[in-house]
């Protein structure tokens, strides 16, 4: 089992930066590879980026390309998502996901999830 913890959301306004973190506990936070999902109101939860167990690859869904960075920190157990240039449709909440294997765009390839922190960028 691991346990997710986001934190870092807030509201901010158009251009703003933000920095989400998740901090993971129960088993070796190593052995996951660790992804971020949104979810809008009345929209389904999508994929936003993703990053393997040791960091060395990252994957992003094409509409923050460029604005988003993952990354973690396997000391700390903590995975970021590092937004800049913030958009009103990027507000959602924003959750984090631990994942032993599988396609990493995929939400039901997650068994692990945190309880989501909202970002909301006003216009």
């Known amino acids: 089992q691991v346990q997710l913890v986001e934190s870092g959301g807030g509201l901010v306004q158009a251009g703003d930066s933000l920095r989400l973190s998740c901090t993971a506990s129960?088993?070796?936070?190593?052995?996951?590879?660790m992804g971020w999902f949104r979810q809008a109101p009345g929209k389904e939860r999508e994929f936003v980026a993703a990053?393997?167990?040791?960091?060395?690859?990252?994957y992003y869904v094409d509409s923050v390309k460029g604005r988003f960075t993952i990354s973690r920190d396997n000391a700390k157990s903590t995975v970021y998502l590092q937004m800049i240039s913030l958009k009103p449709e990027d507000t959602a909440v924003y959750y984090c996901?631990?994942?032993?294997?599988?396609?990493?765009?995929?939400?039901?390839?997650?068994?692990?999830w945190g309880q989501g922190t909202q970002v909301t960028v006003s216009s």
């Open positions: 129960g088993r070796t936070f190593s052995s996951y590879a």
């Open positions: 996901a631990a994942t032993p294997s599988g396609n990493y765009y995929y939400r039901d390839s997650y068994p692990y």
């Open positions: 990053i393997s167990r040791g960091g060395s690859r990252t």
